[in-house]
Each structure stands twice: as structure tokens, then as C-alpha cells.
């Protein structure tokens, strides 16, 4: 594939995003994306079959982006509090830069949209909780620690956080940030989250 046709898939995608964010809840048309990007809707084909594989190339985005940067942050963090405080930071603070992606993340974006875009956006979060159960799971080998109220019911409570925090943005019309007062809200759920042994 060249890299003038990748350019144009991230130009197209970069667009989506963009009416993502300015669009305030109105459906998303390939006529107007076409617009937007300065190319006929024969052009927006060209790139990417369908509507719903645009969406996907923002997911793949939204995927890459986050898994690439937990990973490295699970590799060279040892301390457990710490890898569950960063982890979830990278999130909001990815939330916060992307507002656009936000309304994918709620899947506000995807009413009436197919129903393979909302499970990809489901799936995003289970890894998410995934990694967070591992993550807490460790904490008892490595630093003495367990969980206040067990593995799932920890990792569950910090997704909802997460999600709670991304949703509250986008009905603010990204005016509350996702960052807002984390750093307070962490410092409490820090000290409940886990106990010695």
C-alpha cells in the first residue's frame, strides 16, 4: 500500500474524528465526511469499503494506542498501585486528547450504526478490566497486598471510574474534563483499594 493512500485513510480518519467531536449527537453522513475531507463519496470508498469500517479504523486507533502503552507501562512498573494509577491515567488523559473518540468510547457515535462496532467498543474495555485484574492479582505475590473487596469487584469499580469519568465529558459537551480532579478521586480510592496482609 503506498503511503499517499495510507495518508488519505489517516486524513479521512482524522476528519471522522474531528466531526466526532463537533457533531453534538447528529449522525455522521459520508456525504458530509466527504465534504469534509475535500473528496467525493466515490473517493471515501476508495479507502475504506463502508461507514462502519471507518469507525473500526478509529477503534484499531483507539486499541493500538491504549494496549501499546499498558503493556509497557505493566513492563517497567513494578508497584502495583502505581500500575493501576497509570494505567487509568493514560486513559483519561488519551480521553481527554481525543474527545471525538470519546463518542465512540460511550458509543453515543454508534446508534444505528452495526451492532460488530459496539461489541469491538465492549471488547476494548474487557481487555481493559482484563488487565486490571492482573494487574491487582499481583499485587498479593509480589507486595503483600490484596484487594479490599477481592480481584473482580476492585477491577470492576475502577472500569466504572474510567467509564463514568469518559461519559460525564461527552455529556458535558467536553467541557468536564476526565482528568478533573483525578488526581483527589485517586488518592482516595488508592488508600480503600488495597490492604496488607
Known amino acids: 500500500m503506498s503511503s499517499k ?39 471515501l470508498y476508495r479507502h475504506f469499503p463502508s461507514k462502519a469500517k471507518m469507525f473500526e479504523g478509529l477503534i484499531e486507533f483507539i486499541e493500538e494506542s491504549l494496549f501499546s502503552r499498558i503493556h ?68 498479593d505475590l509480589k507486595q503483600g497486598l490484596r484487594p479490599a473487596m477481592g480481584v473482580a469487584p476492585c477491577a470492576n469499580v475502577l472500569i466504572a471510574v474510567v467509564e463514568g469519568k469518559i461519559r460525564h465529558y461527552v455529556r458535558s459537551g467536553f467541557s468536564v474534563k476526565p482528568m478533573d480532579m483525578w488526581q483527589q478521586q485517586w488518592a482516595v480510592l488508592a488508600q480503600s483499594l488495597m490492604l496488607n496482609r
Not at 482524522?14 to 459520508?30: F, K, P, V
Not at 486528547?97 to 446508534?111: E, I, K, Y
Request: glycine share 4%; aromatic share 2%; with cysteine.
Open 72 to 139: 509497557r507501562i505493566v513492563q517497567e512498573e513494578s508497584h502495583v498501585l502505581m500500575r493501576v494509577e497509570m494505567i487509568i491515567t493514560l486513559i483519561l488523559g488519551f480521553a481527554e486528547q481525543n474527545p471525538g473518540l470519546c463518542r465512540l468510547l460511550t458509543a453515543d457515535a454508534l446508534v444505528g450504526e452495526t451492532e460488530r462496532l459496539r461489541t469491538r467498543i465492549t471488547q476494548v474495555f474487557d481487555r481493559i478490566e482484563t488487565q486490571l485484574k492482573q494487574v491487582i492479582r499481583e499485587a
Open 5 to 43: 493512500k495510507n495518508d488519505r485513510r489517516t486524513e479521512i480518519l482524522q476528519a471522522l474524528a474531528h466531526m466526532l467531536e463537533n457533531s453534538s449527537g447528529a449522525r455522521i453522513t459520508t456525504a458530509a465526511l466527504a465534504k469534509q475531507v475535500g473528496v467525493s463519496e466515490a473517493a
